[in-house]
Each structure stands twice: as structure tokens, then as C-alpha cells.
């Protein structure tokens, strides 16, 4: 089951909803402007006067995939966001939800580093850091021991740059992160340097179900350029003092563990094990002789286990045939027609039932009252777009493509608009300005779930701005709908409301600059209510399974590709976040509440069980 935008509402009605929500966002918008232009302003002045430099071995202890020697500049500025005293961090609200804050600081983190790849610029994980820092957007720029809200237990960093990005590990080179003396005043009882979180590399990988107890090696000492060799002694300075002070005043130090993942597209993933105490800690002759500390690490008591989930990914068991599916119900709901299988699980009922009452199709049937609109002309490239200068359709989409050459293509960010090459562009199907109609991409899984029926999840992880599907079924006029009865599956294509960012939920950053003959389609005197519709209710693609949330990990993406009017867009849905295999995909169905009437004129209500922390109780 799964309600999409029904078509219960009055015109009117939906026009009011429009228009003073319309009014409300601009101003919010306004206002958000001003006072991000006052942040900047006082934080670079702020910057200014704190470019000092506590970090005289900051390269120890480094982890393979950072071998990439770093400018001194890079570094100064890392060093400076730790040490940085931001005094407001006005890029969150004081009452924001603190996971919410995490996935609004991660998701600009993301996009900043996209542009950067963009750019082509070298280490656009830095550089993508260093934006987050200039709009004042590190979530906890000060360090603080023990857990920090909104990163639970079993979190997944995809990359030490996230990390960084929040103020969880805020090193991104090494292992031991810790406050220096600049903290005594906060923390008189303590002793300085005191070691805030530890990350611990791919080696303990086998150790995950009993990991309990760890041992960890202090730093310093290795060769960085060579063989990575032990070549001296290791000293009890800095983060090996800060390891042996926890010890002393018995605090806690958060672990993150590092594994190789190949799936990941970053081929790493970060998992949070949660706190440690440490409980020993010695001094011995490494393998070539030289001293290294050796710290044992207690997990703390009552914390959360690392779920099934997490390890099963973590170590790449995803089933690899059929036979090795549980609960498997059909073999390819799409039979065939997708470049992928994608089978359907059903663990909840008894007997199990599979999907029915559908038929699979993979492209738009348009019904024979819906004009689609002259393919428009197109660009004059050739193979693929990639000079943003010479590309029409790159000069549509505000002058650069909205796509990076990345991971077969991911969406910088979430746009009003989003202008692809079509029919008539002189570039080929692999052009990365045609990235949603490539084929799917994901292994996917249609499962049953105990409260929302049929849902939608990937094996495979999803990078952040990857399209995960077109919204697929039968392209009709919305008032033609209105006879059917009790079609949970209408998608409105509703362009504006998108734009508007669903009520403000979800923000957009860039100004559209729709073209002219984007309202191509004759209007019928309302411009706000939408025309036309996808009706997935008897035929449809996997996307007419995927459920709401009020947190959701996909967004709705109105894309333009062979004509230029609005109101048929294609609507694809596009990673919001870095998704982990197995997590439930969803996005914001886009209601407003009190906004869908029954036949007999009354509010519904329907209850939601996306289970988001901050769930709004009610799809509408
Ligand atoms: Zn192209
Ligand atoms: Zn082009
Ligand atoms: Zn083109």
C-alpha cells in the first residue's frame, strides 16, 4: 500500500494552500539569505585572528587511503576548524533534531564535495571540508566526549572527510583525535591532552561479532613516505598521551572502526562501535624493535550491539543467488524488462503472498488525450557533454551540467529543474547530461514489511544524487482520475510544489530560470493545479512500492529530457543521502496535512509509520 498525492482536493482548496505557502517560503527565503551573508561574514573575521598551528606531527598514524601528501595550507585549515570557537552555529535551528542535523550537515557536505569533483579539483574531499567551514556548518566545531546526538551507535561514515564535517573525528588523518590544553578551562577535572574518539582501521574487520575488547597502537613513529615501518621510538605525546590520560580520569573514547568495503563507492566505510573505556595500557618492542603503546579498550555496558544489518554489509554477504534469498516470492517482479532482477521477499505474511494485481512496465504509457509536446532542438555536442560553454542543455541548467562524472553520474544537488539532453542533442546515451535515463543501476529488493506493505531497499549502496528510478506508469489527464476509486498509486505531477521544496521540508537551493517555452502546454486557468498525472495503479514500475517517510532518503526530481514543459516532467527519484545496502528506500509523498477529502467532502486522515524521529503521525 502506498498513497502518492490523491486527488481528493479541491481546486480551490489547493490553490489556497499554494499561494500562502508560496508567499511564506519566498519570505523564509529571503531572510535565510541575509542572515547566511551575516554568518559568513562573521565567521571569517572570526577565522582570522585563530590560524595557529597546535598540529606538529599531524601526519602520524595515517591511513592508506589518505597517503596523498597535503599542502600546508590544507592542514592549517583542518587544524584551525578544530581548534575553531564558532560562537553560533546559526546553519542549524536551535530546536532541529540533532540525526536531522546530521543529515542536512552531511547532505552539504556531500554537495559540496560534488562540486569540487565538478571542478575538478584535487582533494575535493578537503576543499568539499572547507566550505562546510566557511558556512559556519560543522555540527559541533567544539570536541566533547562520550556520544554526540545524532549519531547513534552503528552509524556509517562513508569517507573520513564526513567525519570531519560533523565534528565527530575531527582529524582527518589520524587515528586519535583529542582536545588540547585550550579545553583545561572548560574541563578543570581533567588532564590535557584527552583523547575524544579513536578510528581503527580494516585489520579488526574479523574481530566485529566479538569486539568487546580491542587493542589499539599508539602513533608516531612509522615511516610515511616508504614502506610505513616502524623507524623509531613512539613518544607518550599528543594522542598517546591523550589515550593514557583517559586512562587515568577513566574517560570514554568513542570508536569508529574502518573496513574495506568494495561496494562502497568510496571502497571504505566507517561504522561507529560506540563508547570505551580504556583499561590498559602499556609500552612494548614492535616487530622491529623500536617502542610502541599498546592501549586496551573496553566497550562500555548497555550500549546498542552492532545489528546483523551492519555486519552483513560491512562484510559484503549479499546474497548472490537466488537460492540464497529468504523468503523469496518472485524471482524479478520486473521479468525482465529491467537490466537487473528484482525479486521480491516476503518474510511477514503466512502464507507468503507476492505482489500482484499489476503489470510491469519500464517507460510512460500516455494516454491518447495527453499531448506530449515537440521534442525541443537540443545541443550540438558530440559523444558526451562536457564543455558546460559550448552545451545548450548545460546553459539551461544555470550554465553547468547539474550531473558530476562520478559514479555513473550523480546529481550535484537537488534542483527546481533539472534540463537533461534528449532526442535531438547530438550526444550519445552515455552523456553524463542524461543521467536519468540510463538504466537501473541498484540491486533492488521489493520486501514485505510488517506495517507499511511492500517496500523498496538496494543491496547495493546508493551514493548520494544517484537516480534510483523514474516514477512509471500511465500518463493521464488528472481529471480523468478523479473516477477511479480508491487508487493509492496517482503521482501529481506537481512541478511547483517540488520547486517549493514540499512545504519548506525540502529545500532547494537554485533559482529555477525556466525558458518561455517551458509552459508550453495550453493552460487551463489555474496554473497551481496540477494537470496531469501518473496513475502506477494497475501498470507501473518498482517505484509505485516505494513508501513515504517524513525523513526520507530519496527526494523528487522534476527532469525535463526531449520537451520543455513543466507540467510533464518526468519524475525521478534521486538519493538524498549516501545509502547503506538494506536500508528502506522512501521519500516525502508531499502531502499537507487536512489537505485529502473523502467522496463525502471530509478531512482523511491516514496514520504514517515511517517511524522518522520526527515523524508527523499522519501521511495527510
Ligand atoms: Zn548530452
Ligand atoms: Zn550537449
Ligand atoms: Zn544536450
Redesign the pocket.
Known amino acids: 500500500m502506498a498513497g502518492k498525492r490523491e486527488r481528493a482536493k479541491s481546486p480551490e482548496q489547493k490553490e489556497r494552500r499554494l499561494s500562502s505557502r508560496v508567499q511564506e517560503l519566498r519570505q523564509k527565503e529571503r531572510d535565510e539569505k541575509e542572515r547566511l551573508a551575516r554568518e559568513r561574514v562573521n565567521f571569517l573575521s572570526d577565522q582570522s585572528s585563530k590560524l595557529c598551528d597546535d598540529e606538529t606531527e599531524s601526519h602520524a598514524n595515517k591511513e592508506e587511503e589518505d597517503a596523498v601528501p597535503v599542502s600546508t595550507n590544507e592542514r592549517t585549515l583542518t587544524t584551525t576548524m578544530r581548534k575553531g570557537k564558532n560562537k553560533s552555529l546559526a546553519f542549524y535551528a536551535n530546536d532541529e533534531d540533532p540525526h536531522l542535523k546530521v543529515r542536512r550537515n552531511l547532505r552539504f557536505f556531500n554537495t559540496q564535495y560534488l562540486l569540487m569533483v565538478q571542478a575538478k579539483l584535487s582533494r575535493p574531499d578537503l576543499k568539499g571540508i572547507t566550505e562546510v567551514m566557511k558556512a559556519n556548518a560543522v555540527l559541533y566545531p567544539r570536541k566533547r566526549i562520550g556520544d554526540l546526538p545524532g549519531i547513534d551507535v552503528g552509524h556509517q561514515f562513508f569517507s573520513r572527510a564526513e567525519m570531519v564535517a560533523v565534528g565527530f573525528h575531527s582529524h582527518w588523518l589520524n587515528g586519535i583525535d583529542f582536545m588540547g590544553t585550550d579545553y583545561q578551562t572548560e574541563y578543570s577535572d581533567y588532564h590535557f591532552p584527552l583523547a575524544t574518539s579513536i578510528v581503527m582501521s580494516g585489520q579488526y574487520e574479523d574481530d566485529l561479532d566479538n569486539a568487546d575488547v580491542v587493542t589499539y597502537t599508539g602513533q608516531g613513529g612509522h615511516n610515511l613516505t616508504g614502506d610505513k615501518r616502524q623507524y623509531k621510538d613512539q613518544e607518550l605525546l599528543r594522542g598517546n598521551l591523550a589515550l593514557k590520560n583517559c586512562f587515568a580520569d577513566k574517560v570514554p573514547v568513542r570508536v569508529i572502526r574502518g573496513h574495506d568495503c568494495k561496494s562502497s563507492y568510496s571502497k571504505r566505510v566507517y561504522t561507529y562501535d560506540g563508547l570505551y573505556k580504556v583499561v590498559k595500557f602499556w609500552a612494548e618492542k614492535g616487530v622491529s624493535g623500536f617502542t610502541v603503546y599498546k592501549y586496551q579498550l573496553k566497550r562500555m555496558e548497555g550500549q546498542p550491539e552492532l545489528t546483523t544489518n551492519q555486519v552483513n554489509f560491512v562484510r559484503g554477504r549479499i546474497p548472490t543467488s537466488t537460492s540464497e534469498i529468504q523468503g523469496l516470492v518472485c524471482e524479478d517482479i520486473s521479468k525482465g524488462l529491467e537490466s537487473k532482477r528484482i525479486p521480491a521477499t516476503n518474510r511477514v505474511d503466512d502464507p507468503p503472498i507476492s505482489p500482484s494485481g499489476f503489470t510491469y512496465i519500464n517507460s510512460l504509457k500516455i494516454e491518447p488525450n495527453v499531448k506530449i509536446p515537440k521534442s525541443s532542438a537540443g545541443?550540438s555536442?558530440r559523444g558526451?557533454?562536457t564543455d558546460p560553454k559550448k552545451?545548450a542543455?548545460a546553459r539551461l541548467n544555470d550554465g553547468n551540467f547539474p550531473y558530476v562524472d562520478l559514479n555513473d553520474g550523480r546529481l550535484i544537488e537537488p534542483r527546481d529543474v533539472v534540463f537533461e539532453?534528449g532526442p535531438n542533442?547530438g550526444?550519445g546515451p552515455e552523456?553524463v547530461?542524461?543521467t536519468s535515463q540510463k538504466r537501473l543501476r541498484f540491486h533492488l529488493e521489493v520486501f514485505r514489511s510488517p506495517k507499511k506493505g511492500w517496500a523498496v531497499r538496494s543491496w547495493d549502496f546508493i551514493p548520494a544524487g544517484s537516480p534510483v528510478c523514474e516514477y512509471i506508469g500511465v500518463l493521464r489527464r488528472t481529471d480523468d482520475v478523479d473516477t477511479l476509486t480508491d487508487n493509492d498509486y496517482i503521482f501529481e505531477i506537481d512541478c511547483q510544489q517540488t520547486m517549493q521544496g514540499l512545504d519548506g521540508r525540502q529545500r532547494r537551493l537554485k533559482d529555477v530560470v525556466v525558458p518561455t517555452d517551458s509552459k508550453a502546454s495550453e493552460s487551463n486557468g489555474d496554473e497551481n493545479v496540477p494537470e496531469f498525472c501518473i496513475d502506477a495503479g494497475s501498470i507501473g514500475n518498482f517505484a509505485r512500492f516505494i513508501n513515504h517517510s517524513c525523513d526520507p532518503n530519496l527526494f523528487v526530481q522534476c527532469v525535463l529530457s526531449s520537451h520543455h514543459d513543466i507540467k510533464l516532467a518526468r519524475v525521478v527519484l534521486f538519493a538524498a543521502d549516501n545509502i547503506p545496502p538494506l536500508q528502506e528506500l522512501t521519500y516525502d509523498y508531499g502531502y499537507t496535512l487536512d489537505s485529502v477529502h473523502g467522496p463525502d467532502g471530509k478531512v482523511k486522515k491516514l496514520t504514517c509509520f515511517c517511524g522518522a524521529v520526527k515523524c508527523r503521525k499522519r501521511l495527510y
Open positions: 545541443c555536442c558526451s557533454c552545451c542543455c539532453c542533442c550526444c552523456c547530461n542524461r
